[in-house]
Structure formats: structure tokens, C-alpha cells
């Protein structure tokens, strides 16, 4: 699968775990449903919550009649805000970007709801059809206010989300560098649209689950939940309930998939920590789909208006935009509502060298779901705007797509590169994954087979999206901008316990990233013990004693870097205690495949002998020794800047002229991912993205009514893709080690969902392009086309058949 | 609410049990057995991670009644293989990296035996439209029509 | 999601179970396989107070050929016709049909009476009753009567059935020799309801389409058959502007709604488009109507 250097080639020689098609470690138990997921988890008299939840957008809650509910058969108790603000802080994500205002989220709504889906009030019952039962005899009486569903309407506060805001505009930030209006009055072409790309949300399999347990003894709480962030659920349950870390443990089990829709704190957590101290009992929330759809982060909504100024000869000059996030109701913590639209304006120029940019962001509150961070976070939108805006400019200047970005892309020799916005990027193959995905695609062939295709009366069109992001961020730039949390390092602890057996424990949380595998590759490839030996923890909040968690693809540039520090250190320790036990100099010791031995003799043991001898056997290391020794080691990574991650998408679409299905045909993918610690892992993130990418493209859409009710509350009406809609899909990998990171990782589990809409949307307009329309709009719904291709016609009549 | 006594065989294994009418066959597996494996994601039967063989059959556990499956026979994935002797399709999931976060796998296997006992599954495309009942949010589905393809090949002179 | 408590009874046959479905009125609703009838349930869209299970009522699946009709038990699941042989030899278009009915789980379970009684306006079978003019057999305690095909669906969800009926068998006429077939729809995604669809059969003689059949669905509150298109290309040698005509006119026809997945103008396209290409399919398997 990979091209171009072998892995380790860069380095030095290296015993081969890292870079191999390790089989995955997790699948066993998840193939033979012995996993543990947090719905499997029984507690003993365990009881079950199910929510009554706002079926109005924005109203004024007169009363809550819970009378009926709370003499239902099997029913425990039936609690409102009142209840929760009794033993919860309130909750706010805080930042310290200017313009930002942050918005109170209750658990139970307070006062007012603000989105349907939002929860009211919460029924207990001895199980989920008891408490399903009562929680629809919960009588809500609603002052109904008007929906705030448009966010350019919205901008006007005619009718305000958050009174105490005093406005619906919850962020608002500009970037710019260089003479912007220079660029654009100076430009031999100015191409410019207005985008939408809609409401998303990232429809995890397994619907959100929450499992809280209070230990009266010992005064502790302990939550399992299908979450990515135990670490930073553990630091804000803290703050909520006033509890200290060792009292308070969040475990991540299982998890079945997130994309990061279970990366924040929710209210439904709160609750059931809240009720299971209350009533002393385990409390359990499953979340059904129904409640996924309505009451899950969901993602994108946001209007962008952009320019793109080039000279003569298609190099760009000038790039502005203006985008509105319609962020939803709540400003999410901990990551703000700011952080999706932010990022869309932060990342608009993408891999280009552009000398002058403006972009200007509002996040706007609307009563809707609230927004979050979704795989991609705003670059799949910013490359939807760029590339689309790319395409348009080769089209006018004649110049084929592949050469319009071969001229712009951002050049090897001009790396470390400060891009408008502020990123900058560090060395990474730009160019290079341009000219590796045109080779895969075979670029010159397929477009002479596209020309013949049209030849015979078939839509058959080609997009080329090409994109960078960062990743692996660290301390010195913020996940999210202002935040008080840390999202820039991580910790990792390994230890070689009285029988040999080697466990690493981290705080990120694995949720079908296969972190168990490459993880233990990084171990035991450091380490000199075989993968199998080594056994990693993570998903908890014990397990270290700081985290954030899985998320905007930093899990093995961060948890990697810790784990090689970690490693490293411990094996200097084995190497010392060998040197005692086998009475050998330190620098002839040598450890591989878990046996320690000395060099040029046949003297050895294995590292369970070695511990068997460290931790037992009294006499084979001196007091000093056992005292100064530790077979532990434990290490915090911080990548400071981060790395930068680039790929170029090539997707080849065939749209039926008569109903205007569309069809992607061939998908290829070329990523600058860094070292690659397993390649059947990394080409599995980059299907799974590209998936959701052209489910983004063509499928999946939240819709709303006028008055802001969800109409896509289930997976009958919110469409994700099935393996129908998917081709397969090649990649190919770079495979140089970044220069910025620890080990050389580069982080690459959004970017097939960065890359898709935009290669997709590219291609659907490459297939039209005999029309005279514009495709600004995702997703790109055979309904949308039929409406496009109907106007452009000039009549309410039938479109002709055929383009 | 009144309960009615049932007796079903799971993997095997015979039960009786008493079961309010409205039990989902879902829930009566993953509470009432015990038998975790078999997952639920919509609960409105278009999903797929909670199919599981009955009567030899694919069926969402979901859209079932367990009082309907009174003197029924039902697999789940818990009867296919177990760590350290899986059965061929999952061996063959696991070779092609056919999951991720193994949500949808045990709904996605016991569709996809079902698939392989009924058709041909000559092409990639009769294996995806097979399997477009069952939705994977992680794998974009190359690696499971890899995995079910060569499964289907395995056959050999089984082939439906 | 979990549904609401009901009373269940399993009937072992028709009299018992018209006999209990009578005897709780309108608070009772039969289940056979479930497959639409749970999914309200989840959602809490329907609450009967009582199901009776028809499932176990012999015989549950037969499909056998008398006096000129394929006769189906009203409990045959989806798959038993997807895969009989006799209704692949009668009625090809039947067989394929199946195909595109949700997926395998759904077809292993779902039965051909309770699809006919969901009457979803854009499932497959009630469109092949309509197209293939069947006789729906209801039965209620003491009683039974036949409905045509063409009466029983009255709406979206809604059909002729009265309370406490059900249906027990569903003939259909065989199709005279030399009759062609087509089928096509139009979904979002594999196995979706479709947006819109269409089934035709053509009965050639001469060079002639001696009968025309167009069933549309997705496209009105029920399947409907498109008759002036019918009427337009009967007796035509499906010449291109007749075919025009028949299309124009089957658009003309139809009264799509608005909703999220489609336009009623979208839907009146589709319908058009996919009745064209079910029309070609039909009269080139009817020989170009050379038979």
C-alpha cells in the first residue's frame, strides 16, 4: 500500500514492529461479541433514566406537571433542574478569545428550552420501557417564543437564544494579512460564490450510554460512558460536583466509534452522576437513536461568501471570506462554540501560498442542536469552499485543475510556510501527494476515458481536492482557541510488574482507532519486547493522573510520544537491573523480543526472569539498587507546535442524466501522514473518513422545518452511507517521518473526511460542466441537481433529458 | 403487565423464561441472557447491529418480540467462534481489518452468513448491496466486502 | 425507544385469530412479521392494546398456481417469493420486485399480507398488486370477502381493511404468453423506500403492445396505476412519440407530495423517467412486441 520510502528507511534501523500490518489486538473480543461496551456493563439494582425532552424549539417553560409521571408502575423518582442545580455547579465554556460569550447550559433546562431534544426532565425507573413509559406522563407546560432557525436572521437579534448574552452572536474573529483589496482590484480574475454546506451529524453506531455508580463507603463516583474524553469529563465532573480526582473516575470501556460527537461534556452525564449520588443507586442512561439525532453534537451549518483573486497565470494573490456557523443552541463544553467556525476561516488557505488574506468568522446561536467537534472540524468545510473556488479559477483560465494547484501548492524548498490565517505549516509533501494521487488515479487515462464517456452521452466527472491540516497540536497552540484546559500534551506510564507482564497506561481513549495495537507496537518497539507482551490501558481516568482524551488526531503523535519516552526510560531502568542480575557491563546488555541478554555471550533471561529476580529474589540486586532502580517509568510528551498532516483526494463520479443519482466510482487518496506505525490501520481511518466525507457530499443532511423542528430524527430520514454508496478506496502513503514530532507521526484520523466533500463536489461540477451552474451546495442531493439543472434551463418545466 | 413464559434455544443452549409481551428479542438477549454481543443502534430495523439468526434466518432482534421466538432457534455472534478459535468469517474480518470500533461487527457477521448461505456473492457489487443493510460508520466497507469476498471464495462447492 | 405494553395472543388459525381481533375492536392489531408494524411501535406511533399474532396460522407461506391465478398465503415472507420458482417463471417482474424490498433480514421476516396492510406508498408489493391487478382475500370473523387491488389501498398507510379483518391470501391473474416486464426505482441509498417507481408489463402481438400495464409508486398517498398512459400506448408499436405522450400524460396524473427527501416536481420527473425505462425494459422482453 505504501510508496515511496520504505517505513524506517529515514531513521535508524529498526526492528520492523513499528511500520508492520500487526494484526489488531482488540479485534478477539470484538469479533466474538465479548467486548464491553457501556451498555453491556451490569451494575447490581441498577437503575435506568429516560428523558423527557423539549419537542419545541424555543420556549418559555410555564410548569412542569410531574405528578402523574411519578405514580407510574416501577418509577423512582422524577427530577428537574432544581434537582440537579442542588448538587451541580453550573456549567460554561470559558474562553479567552475576545468577542466570545459563553453560554450557561443547564443539565435540565432552565427557565426556557432552546433546541428540541433538549432534556426537561429526567425519569428514573427500575428499567428503560418503565421509565419510557412514565417520562411521556411528564406534562410540560410551554409559553411557546419564537424559533430562531436562520442565522442571518438570527444576526439581526430580533429575538435573542441567551437574554443574558444580549445578542446571538456568541464568537466573532477576522484574520488578515497582506493588501486583501489590493489583491482583488489588482487581480486578473476574481472568482467568488456564496457556500452552505449543511447540517451534519456524526452518527456514531453506538448511541451515547452513561453508567454512574456511587460508592457510599468509600464517597467515590465512578462513571463509564461511551465517551472520547475521560480525562476531561473526570476534570469538569470535578469542578460540577466539588469532588477530588481520587474520589471521582470516568472509564471510557469500549467505545463504539465518535468522531467526535462524544469529545464534550454532556448533560445527560451530569445527570446520571448527579442521581446516582442522590438515590445511591447505579444509574444508566442508554441513549436511543431518536435522542442521537436530536440531542448529540452535531456539526458544519455554516454560509461562507469567498474570493479568490489569481494573476494571469493562475497563481493566487488574494483570498477573502466571511463565514456564519449556525453553532445550534449552546456554546459546547469545553470546546466553545467558536471552535468549528473559527477553523473554517482558520484553515480556508489551505496548502496554497496565498500573500494576502482576510476572513472574517460569526458563530451565531440559533435553537437548534448544539454544534461540536466533528471529524475534520471546520476544514472539511474551509476545503469544500477552497477547492471549489480552485476549480471555478482553472475553469476560467483554461488550465487543468491538476496544474492549477501543481502552480500554487506550497513548495517543498518554502517550508517552514506561514500561511494567512497564522498555521504555519511544516515541512510536508504537498506537491508530492498532488503528483502520487494523479499517478494512482492515472490521471491522463481517466480524463481521455471521461472525454470518450462523454462522447456517448455519460456525466461521468472528476474532482481533485488537496488540503493540509495540523495535527498532534501541542501546548503552544490550543485545540480550540482561549480554552482554560490543555489539550497539548499527554502522559504515559509503563511498568514491568513481579511477573514480566509489561502494561502501558495512557489517558487517550481508543474508540475503533485500533490504539491498543499501534500503541503496543510503539512499546514494545522501544521497549525490545514483542507487541503481544505488552498490554495497553487507556480509556480511564485513573490510569494517569492527567488527560484530555482522543480527538483532533493526536493519539499517537501525543500517546506515541509519551510512549516512547516512557519506553525509553524504562529500558535504560531493565538495562541497569540486567546489568546486576547477569553481572555484565550496562553497554553490553541488550533486550529484544522481551529477552535480556548480554552481548557476545549466551548468557540471558527472559524479562519475566528479570523481574521474578528484581522484585523476589532478595539477594540478586544490592539494597542500593532496588531503591534507585524502578521497573516504571512514566513521561509527558508535548509536540509544542504540532505537525502538519496534507493529502490530495481524487474522486471520480458518474451522475445518471435522467434522475441525477450520483455514483462515485473510483476514490483515490494520497496522504502525507507522517511514519506510519501501521498501514492496515492508517488505510482503515482513511476509508472510514473518506465514507463520511461523501456521505457529507451526497447524503447526509439534518433538516429542519420553520419551526425548528428536527425532521431527520432517524436513520430512515438522516442517511448515512451503506456499503452501496461506497467504492473502494485506494491509498497511498508518503511515508516520511515529520520533522517536528517525536518519532516522526503525523496525525491522520480526520483528514479522509477533510478531503471528500470538496474531491466529490469537484467532481459533480467536473460532471455538469457543460451546465451553467455552480455546485455551492452540499450535500449535492439528486433533489438539489434536479432543481439546479431545471433553473439553469430557464423554465418550470421538465429538464431536458440528458445534459 | 402480564409476562408469558417462553423456551427458545440460543446458541444451543435452551431457555425458559417468562418475558413481558413488549420484550424486544434485542433486549431479551443482552438483559434477560446476558449475551452482550448482539448490539443495538436505531431500534427502528435499519441499522442492522443487532441482527442475529433466527430459524437459520437473518433478523433484526430489534423488530422482534422474544415472545414471538416462543420454541425458536436463535444464533448470535457469541455462537460463531471464540478467542482463539474464531470461526472463518471472523478470521477473515480480522485479516482484512474489517473493523474498527466493532459495533456494528456482530451484525455485520451475521448478516453477512446469512448472505454467503443464500447467494452467490459473484461480484463486489452483489456482496455491497447485501450488506447495505447494515450500516458501519468507522471502516467505509472496502475491508468488509474484502473480508465477506473472500468468505464467499471459501465456500467452495457450497456456493449457493 | 421501546415500545409500549400490549396484551399478545397468538392465533392459531383464522377463525381464532378474526374471532379475537373481533372481540377487542379497534384496540387490537394483528402482527405477522412485524417488520413495519414494530418500528411505530419503537417510536411510539401506534400503541394497540393487543397484538394478535397471526404468524402461526397454517399454511403460513404456500404459493401454488389454480384456476388460472397464483395463489400466495397471505403470511409468505418477502424472501419466499423472491426466490419461488414458480412466481420466477408467472411473474418475473414479482420476483424482481423483491429484490428491491429493504434487505435480506427484512425480506427473511416480513410478509406479503402485513405489506399489502402497512400500504407504505412507496413499498414494492402493494405497487405489484396494483400492476398485476391481484385479488386481496380478507377475512373477518364469519365472514371474508375479495378486494380488488385497485380498491384496497386507499391512502398512505390506509386501506379498504375494516377492523378486525385480515388479509389471507393474495391471487394474481397469470399474464397472457409474450408479455414483457420492467421494473425500476429510484432510492438514495441501497434497499431505501424508494423516492419514486414504476413496473410495466407489455403483451406484444405483432409488432403491437396489445395491453399496457404502468404502476407508479412513491409518488401519490398509494401505488396507482397510470391508465391513460396505459391507454395511449396500447395498440401503438412503441414509437417514440408515443411513448412521449404516455410519459406526459402518467406525469400529468400523478399527485407527488413534498417531503424531505423530494419534491412533488422532482418525483413527477422521476416517475416519468423511471416509467420510460420500465416501458423500454418491458417491450423489448416482449420482443419488441414481435411475439
Known sequence: MSAGAPAGAAGTARPGIVGARVQRREDPRLLTGRGSYTDDRKAAGAVHVAFCRSDRAHARIAGIDAAQARQAPGVLGVFTAEDIAAVARPIRATSNMPDYRATEFAPLARGKVRHVGEPVAAVVAGDRYLAEDAAALVAVDYDPLPDITDPEEALADRVLLHEDAGTNLIAAREFARGDVDGAMTGAALVVEDRFRIRRKTPAAIENRCYLAEYDAGRQALTLHGSTQVPGLLRDALAEIFDLPGHRLRVVAPDVGGGFGAKASLYPEEVVVCALAMRLGRPVKWTGDRMEDLTATSQAFDEIVRAKLALD????????????IGDIGAYSIYPWTASLEPVQVVSFLPGPYRIAAYRGRVRAVATSKTPTGPYRGVGRPVSTFVMERLVDMAARRLALDPAEIRARNLVRDEEFPYKAGSGIVWDRAGFQDCLRMALDRFGYAERRAEQAAARGDGRSVGIGIASYAELTGIGSRISAAPGMPINTGTERATIEIDSTGAVTAAFGIASHGQGLETTLAQIVAEELGVRVEDVDIVHGDSAAVAHSTGTYASRSIVLAGGAATLSARSLREQVVKAASHILEAAETDIEMRDGVVSVAGTDASITLRELARAFYTEMRRIPKEARESLDLSASATYDPFFGTTTAATHIAEVEIDPQTFGVAVRRYVVAEDCGRVVNPMIVDGQVHGGVAQGIGAALLEEVVHDDSGQILTGSFVDYVVPSAAEIPDIEAVHLDTESPSTLGGYRGMGEGGTIGAPAAVANAVADALSGLDIQINELPVTPERLFRLIRNTEGNEGEPRHGF | MERTSIALTVNGVRHERKVEPRRLLSDFLREDLGLTGTHVGCEHGVCGACTVLLDGDSARSCLTFAVQCDGASVRTVEGLGEIGALHPLQESFRRHHALQCGFCTPGMLMTALDLLAKYPLATDEEIRAGLSGNLCRCTGYANIVAAVREAAAARGDDRP | MKPPAFEYVAAESVEEATARLAEYGDDARPIAGGQSLVPMMNFRLVSPAVLVDIRRIAPPDAIGEADGHVRIGALTRHRA???????RDRFPVLAA??????????????????????????????????????????????????VEAGAFFEGALWTALEDG????????????????????????????????????????SAGRAAEVRIALFGVGETPVRAAAAEALLTGTGFEPDAVAAAIDALRNAVDPDDDLHASADYRRHLAGILAGRALGDAWARAGGGAA
Open chain 1, 312 to 323: 494571469a497565470d493562475g497563481r493566487m494573490v488574494g483570498l477573502e471570506a466571511d463565514v
Open chain 3, 81 to 87: 417469493l423472491e426466490t419461488s420458482p414458480l412466481i
Open chain 3, 165 to 204: 379483518e385480515i388479509v389471507t391470501r393474495i391471487d394474481f391473474p397469470l399474464l397472457p404468453p409474450g408479455t414483457g416486464w420492467g421494473f425500476r426505482e429510484f432510492a438514495r441509498r441501497h434497499g431505501d423506500f424508494a423516492l419514486a417507481g414504476a413496473a410495466a408489463t407489455v403483451t406484444g
Open chain 3, 97 to 146: 420486485a423483491m429484490t428491491h424490498v429493504a434487505h435480506l433480514a427484512i425480506r427473511n421476516r416480513g410478509t406479503i399480507g402485513g405489506s399489502l396492510c402497512h400500504a407504505d406508498p412507496a413499498a414494492e408489493l402493494p405497487a405489484m398488486a396494483v400492476l398485476l391487478d391481484a385479488r386481496i382475500h380478507v377475512a373477518r370473523r364469519n365472514g371474508e370477502r375479495i
